[in-house]
């Protein structure tokens, strides 16, 4: 996160840059994490039924993604970054700001390689202006709704290419948190042998805290051991 960036609007004192680069982060506690995700657990299952993913899943990545990467200075500071046309993650599954544009256009977009299909173009509309998406990714709900849009552009991506993922939470989660693209913005072709990274693998780690999760018709999506 570049602090510098915090500008209009905001008093950033020579005390208050001592005070950010003094005091050490820590992300946010798992027990934390866990309360917030069963709170949230009607949005996260309508989501996952909205664009066919498994709740346990989202539930996964979100908590991973929390408990490795969100504190307090994210909550303090995403937004005012976001609005200085910064790539910021926002909301409660720390959406960036460039992947939520990505998933917009690719929802919508027939001739786009990463194309889900029709069922899945009204759910999340085009933002008009940035500030319009800032203030979507705010609310949870709609927050959730972008995870799981991502997840399903993954998952389609990977089986048009002959590569199911679908029972993979270890690579899907990987491909969450590196993105579809290198940095060098060569894709990340699909192929028979993806191995996890670091944070996949905690996201596979994971799946039992929260394999009750159910969808709306109340069926299991992960059974219990």
Known sequence: MNYSNIVKGYLFTPLLFFVLFSIQTIAESPEKTSSKIIERKEMISFASEKF???????SAIIYTERTKNFDWTDEAFDEAIARVGQNSSLGFAQVK???AYFIERQLSDSTSDFYCGKKYESILKVSKTPYFLIEKLKDDSTNILYAAAYLRIIQSFWSKNG???????????????????????????PHFNPRPNEFGEKVKESIELFNSFKNRNNVFFIKKR
Do not use: C, H, W
């Open 97 to 99: 700001m460039k992947t």
């Open 163 to 189: 590569y199911s993922i679908d029972d993979r939470p270890e690579i899907i989660g990987s491909l969450y948190q590196l993105g579809l693209f290198y940095p060098s913005g060569k894709v990340r072709e």
């Open 52 to 58: 066919d993913v498994n709740p346990a899943y989202l």
